[in-house]
């Protein structure tokens, strides 16, 4: 059984990264100081820090990497799991990123209401409920990491 997936990019991901760092390069340069320099590096770099990696799942958690970490979600917390491909269209970004190396944070939409996001790529989207809550990640194979994390919550 497969334990680790990826976290693919979708075109809209690419697209959105890939014009923010335009954008940051631009003001960069435009605004040639070592304040602005600094404060629009370290915008990049955080965000990259903070973009999801991939997915493990271990024998009692998953694990959502990161660069150099994992946030941690207790296998016995999950209560259900779900493919729902696009769950994240039209939601509000409350807190977190929108668009550079992912979609992660706190979000709200119709459908799903509050929920915390691990995403990068919207078609690959998998819901978590964890103790009430609602998280959406976005594995390479959303039909393998279902079953890997069901068959891993039963042993």
Not at 48 to 57: K, L, P, S
Request: with cysteine.
């Amino acid at each position: 059984m497969r334990t680790h997936f990826s976290a693919p990019w979708d075109t809209s991901l690419k697209l959105l990264t890939g014009f923010f760092s335009l954008i940051l390069l631009a003001v960069m340069f435009y605004e040639l100081t070592l304040v602005s320099v600094v404060l629009i590096l370290s915008i990049f770099f955080v965000c990259a820090f903070w973009g999801v990696r991939g997915y493990t799942i271990s024998e009692t958690e998953l694990l959502i990497r990161r660069l150099g970490w994992a946030n941690r979600i207790k296998l016995s917390d999950i209560d259900d799991i779900r493919y729902e491909p696009n769950i994240m269209k039209g939601s509000i970004r409350i807190w977190g990123i929108g668009g550079l190396f992912g979609f992660i944070g706190y979000f709200r939409n119709s459908r799903l209401g509050n929920y915390k996001a691990y995403s990068t790529s919207n078609k690959h989207s998998v819901v978590l409920d964890v103790n009430g809550k609602k998280i959406v990640v976005s594995p390479d194979s959303p039909s393998e990491f279902i079953e890997a994390v069901q068959t891993t919550q039963e042993n």
